[in-house]
Structure formats: structure tokens, C-alpha cells
């Protein structure tokens, strides 16, 4: 039986707010590595963010079939914002 799940952005790690060296400005949508129908295994990149100073891959939390990317690359994202869904397996 497969399910709906939602893919979104992690929470952002605390160091980045009191050391400062790596989220330098806004984070964006730097690539994205999958599309709809796309199938996926858990841990796979799905998504690349930009911070200015540091690159972050985005994995799938489960393995499933991508239903739709709600992001684009060059689009500036915040913490909880919606990825993707997956019709998990």
C-alpha cells in the first residue's frame, strides 16, 4: 500500500545562526536533481540549497515516486518549506 508523504526543508543547524561563516545571506535552491515520476531511494539528493558559503544536498526521507517538485532552482527557501511529494511504497 503507498502513501503520501511530503518532502520538505530540513531545519537549518544551529550553528549556522551564531557562528555565521556558512548560511551567509538567503538560502536558495541551488539545483534540482529530480522531477515527476522520477522514482527515488531513501537517501537519494533530491535537492541542492545554496548558502552563500556552503552547498547542502537534501536526500528523500523515504524511497517512493516523485507526484511534484514545489521548488525551482534560484528560488530562496526557508526551514519547512514543502520540496516535494512522494507516493512511498
Given amino acids: ?3 503520501l508523504v511530503e518532502v ?3 531545519i537549518y543547524p544551529e550553528c549556522w545562526e551564531t557562528c555565521g561563516s556558512c548560511a551567509q545571506g538567503d ?3 541551488e539545483e534540482v536533481l529530480v522531477k515527476p515520476g522520477d522514482m527515488v531511494q531513501f537517501d537519494d539528493n533530491v535537492i ?3 548558502t552563500g558559503k ?3 544536498d537534501i536526500q528523500s526521507p523515504h524511497a517512493g515516486r516523485v507526484v511534484e517538485v514545489f521548488v525551482e532552482a534560484g528560488q530562496e527557501v526557508a526551514e ?5 511529494t512522494l507516493e512511498a511504497s
Fill in 1 to 3: 500500500m503507498s502513501r
Fill in 8 to 10: 520538505r526543508i530540513p
Fill in 27 to 29: 538560502v536558495t535552491v
Fill in 48 to 50: 541542492t540549497l545554496e
Fill in 54 to 56: 556552503v552547498a547542502l
Fill in 80 to 84: 519547512g518549506a514543502l520540496v516535494l
